[in-house]
């Protein structure tokens, strides 16, 4: 059975940080794209950040690029995020999935998920 499961999630002031991790078993993550996505209440889910199976490609979304940084290792079958400078804006829950290929990276590209971890920024 697969699980992957986020924590590090919080309230924080406007300009903070928190590093959310997500761990998974029930599959070899070192074979798997790590990708971080976010959903605020009455939008979307969206993309935030991605790490292919080595580390070796990450993508950041534009609304992040420069205070958000996805990590990962492998020995723990864990990815991080990274998160500076917190805007009021990025609060939302926070999600992990996992997949095979790197690219997309489109909520339904995604079969794993983990439950969330709620993140809010305060003004």
């Known amino acids: 059975q697969v699980q992957l499961e986020e924590s590090g999630g919080g309230l924080v002031q406007t300009g903070g940080s928190l590093r959310l991790s997500c761990v998974a078993s029930?599959?070899?993550?070192?074979?798997?794209?790590g990708i971080w996505f976010r959903q605020a209440p009455g939008k979307e889910r969206e993309f935030v950040a991605a790490?292919?199976?080595?580390?070796?490609?990450?993508k950041h979304a534009d609304s992040v690029e420069g205070r958000f940084t996805i990590s990962r290792d492998n020995a723990k079958s864990t990815v991080y995020l990274q998160m500076n400078v917190l805007e009021p804006e990025d609060t939302a829950v926070y999600y992990c999935?996992?997949?095979?290929?790197?690219?997309?990276?489109?909520?339904?590209?995604?079969?794993?998920w983990g439950q969330g971890t709620q993140v809010t920024v305060s003004s």
């Open positions: 999935a996992a997949g095979r290929s790197y690219g997309g990276f489109r909520p339904s590209d995604y079969r794993y």
């Open positions: 029930g599959l070899t993550f070192s074979a798997y794209t």
């Open positions: 790490i292919n199976w080595s580390g070796g490609l990450r």
